[in-house]
């Protein structure tokens, strides 16, 4: 009983590198999302993925690129690293309906020197 | 646009003792709401949810909440906590927008309990 699978669970990376975060996900979930976690802010939504093929900005995409590449499947890409990235990454997923909770998995946990 | 507010960043309690954590939101629709823990170095896990069937809701190891409309509050009691429950406990406000589930998420309490 996977659920939602998140790789790497831990990176360190120098400002300027590149690297791709997976995720992917068994329960047939239509919606897919990108959240980072930074201390005292919650979670705060990079870019989401409402169905297969469709991808649209969050509340802090900026530096960020995401692809759907399958129904399962939602990597976010850091082009070009920079220290103000370093957080905590989540993926999740949920049906499309709003009272659905949301699945998450356990993180990856990035730092930017 | 909808908010969620959390009162108390971090919350302390002896074990057995009652656990109250405070949340408010807003909404311009009718939201649903949602608790979610963290242990740490683990994802959120749902606690339990308010989807207007019920006003009072039950969730899991014993914690509920109830809804109050007039006070724009959805607090999280547990009567007696347990070393387990020591993690933080998220709100979160749910509603339908442009077709995707929006959630904006509270900024998170962080709950001790103490021997």
């Known amino acids: 009983n996977a659920g939602v699978t998140q790789t790497p669970k831990f990176q360190v990376l120098k400002t300027g590198q590149s690297m791709t975060l997976q995720c992917a996900q068994d329960m047939n979930h239509n919606s897919m999302y990108w959240y980072r976690q930074d201390p005292g802010m919650g979670l705060r939504l990079i870019y989401y993925?409402?169905?297969?093929?469709?991808?649209d900005k969050g509340e802090v995409p900026n530096g960020y690129n995401v692809s759907r590449l399958n129904k399962r499947e939602f990597s976010l890409r850091l082009e070009s690293a920079a220290p103000s990235q370093t957080s905590v990454y989540f993926c999740?997923?949920?049906?499309?309906?709003?009272?659905?909770?949301?699945?998450f998995g356990d993180g990856t946990r990035l730092s930017i020197l | 646009a909808q908010s969620v507010t959390q009162l108390g960043s971090h919350v302390s309690v002896s074990e057995g003792a009652l656990v109250l954590l405070r949340c408010n939101y807003s909404s311009s629709v009718p939201p649903y709401l949602f608790w979610y823990v963290q242990y740490p170095n683990q994802g959120l896990q749902l606690l339990l949810k308010y989807t207007s069937a019920a006003t009072l809701v039950k969730g899991i190891n014993g914690f509920e909440a109830e809804f109050k409309k007039s006070e724009t509050s959805f607090h999280l009691t547990k009567p007696s906590a347990h070393m387990s429950d020591a993690a933080e406990y998220f709100c979160a406000v749910s509603v339908l927008s442009g077709g995707y589930q929006k959630v904006t998420f509270g900024t998170g309490t962080k709950l001790q309990v103490i021997p």
């Open positions: 993925s409402a169905s297969e093929g469709t991808t």
């Open positions: 999740a997923s949920s049906e499309q309906d709003s009272n659905q909770p949301q699945h």
